[in-house]
């Protein structure tokens, strides 16, 4: 149902485009995220997104760096990542929010119903 791509080796300070593509039209009324984990870390919250692609809510260690974004039409959930560092090697995941705003859960992999197989960033200095 939410297939995540794009991953693949930057060097820091590079970029890539991750995109998830949702099959479930009802995702579309629904806020979605993404979360990463890194080896032997937890799974941590890195951005939000309202079901109309607003108020987007960013993790303190990626704003002014990452941008989320959705394309509803297309069934697609993306998340551009510019001035990568090597912190942010990890396998990426994208998720659908239980609500379709922004809310104080949204930073929660617990309000997160349904969830991508991820796709690995691996960035080296």
């Known amino acids: 149902q939410l297939q995540a791509s794009g991953g693949g080796s930057a060097q820091a300070g590079g970029s890539l485009r991750l995109s998830c593509a949702f099959s479930?039209?009802?995702?579309?009324?629904?806020?979605m995220g993404w979360f990463r984990q890194a080896p032997g870390k937890e799974r941590e919250f890195v951005a939000a997104i309202t079901w109309s692609g607003g108020s987007p809510y960013y993790a303190d260690s990626v704003k002014g760096r990452f941008s989320i974004s959705r394309d509803n039409a297309e069934s697609t959930l993306y998340l551009q990542m510019n001035s990568l560092k090597p912190e942010d090697t990890a396998v990426y995941y994208c998720?659908?929010?239980?609500?379709?705003?922004?809310?104080?859960?949204?930073?929660?992999?617990?309000?997160?119903?349904?969830w991508g197989q991820g796709t690995l960033v691996t960035v080296s200095s």
């Open positions: 998720a659908v929010h239980n609500f379709s705003t922004i809310t104080i859960y949204s930073a929660s992999s617990n309000s997160y119903y349904s």
């Open positions: 479930e039209r009802t995702f579309s009324n629904y806020a």
